[in-house]
């Protein structure tokens, strides 16, 4: 594929405290970008990152059509750099898209696109455990028109940004008794920008009562839960390990299914099924509860010390040796290239 590319004057990297990130605030040099015009993907090229001419009457401002992926690169002691399974964002976003009657993005597109963006811009990939740099590749609808029905025109942007280990402290959750993150039917196993919209008004009234998070249920009973704000949610039942089955009301999560592999090759017993808040609060109450944590992209794994539901709260253990380090050391290990990778997650750039 022939990419034009309009490298910046000046890098803007030596203004930037690689020490104190704020999680997708900053962004590196440059873009990918190509559009989709008369049913092909045309103009593919690298630019500065930078504002973007829309009309207002843009698709995407007026129905939504957005979806989009969430993936880092490594960079080992050895200066190379690494994707973890590149290839399940790539199918992922064209699911999504399909979903939203969008059209996919081909492979060379996505993969020379975003390997071309890499090598320009690796120095705002930083060595170092909990170093990386976030990579969003998306689809908006471009075409300028008001009409209630698929756009004809998109663009396809990658754009990345730097980030450190993300640490959100301690993490409380409610479990949802009214609000849903997604219904049967529904687009909730896409990545589409509405979604997470969908979740903010109710995550902010889990923050007024001092939860930092949602544990979303299912949307016509509210009895099984489902997924941990914007992440795929584990927990474990004494030594047993329990995750929800995806379906099309919840995110097949990247890093929710290496878990789960890493889990059936470490000889933790795995059970994906519903789960139900009646068994989590009385395995709560028994103290059979030992951990409930998230998993996803940006955190990787993120432990939860707490839950409400109704009138009643449950504070978990402090354990050693849990499943919630176990994972994230060795999903990290295969990251930043520190150990053997059998699955042949890891791809050089």
């Not at 992922?92 to 969008?102: D, F, H, P």
Request: net charge negative; proline share 4%.
């Amino acid at each position: 594929m022939d990419i034009k590319i309009q490298q910046i004057e000046q890098s803007k990297i030596d203004s930037v405290d690689f020490d104190n990130l704020n999680f997708g605030r900053t962004f590196s040099d440059h873009m990918f970008v190509c559009d989709y015009v008369d049913g092909q993907w045309v103009n593919p090229e690298i630019k500065p990152y930078g504002p973007l001419l829309f009309e207002p009457s843009a698709r995407v401002f007026h129905y939504g059509q957005a979806v989009f992926e969430g993936m880092k690169a490594y960079k080992d002691d050895n200066d190379d750099i690494f994707l973890f399974r590149p290839d399940e964002n790539f199918n992922r976003i064209n699911l999504s898209a399909e979903r939203l009657a969008m059209p996919s993005v081909p492979e060379n597109v996505f993969f020379e696109g975003l390997k071309k963006l890499l090598n320009i811009d690796k120095d705002w990939i930083k060595k170092g455990l909990g170093n990386s740099l976030y990579i969003r590749p998306f689809i908006i609808a471009t075409e300028g028109a008001i009409a209630a029905s698929p756009a004809e025109a998109y663009k396809f942007i990658i754009i990345c940004s730097p980030a450190q280990s993300y640490y959100a402290g301690e993490v409380r959750v409610i479990f949802s008794q009214k609000y849903s993150r997604s219904a049967d039917g529904g687009v909730g196993y896409a990545k589409a920008a509405g979604n997470y919209a969908a979740q903010f008004y109710p995550t902010s009234l889990a923050h007024k009562e001092g939860y930092q998070q949602i544990i979303w249920t299912d949307a016509n009973t509210h009895e099984y839960l489902e997924e941990a704000g914007t992440m795929n949610i584990f927990f474990r039942v004494g030594d047993k390990l329990i995750t929800t089955p995806t379906n099309d009301r919840i995110l097949d999560g990247v890093t929710r299914k290496s878990i789960i592999q890493l889990a059936k090759d470490n000889n933790i017993e795995v059970e994906v099924r519903k789960v139900s808040v009646s068994e989590i609060k009385e395995a709560a109450r028994l103290g059979e509860l030992k951990e409930i944590f998230g998993s996803g992209t940006a955190a990787v794994i993120n432990p939860i010390k707490g839950f409400k539901h109704k009138d009643t709260t449950f504070e978990l253990p402090n354990i050693e040796n849990s499943y919630a380090s176990l994972f994230k050391e060795k999903l990290l290990n295969i990251q930043y290239n520190k150990s053997e990778d059998q699955y042949n997650w890891r791809v050089k750039i």
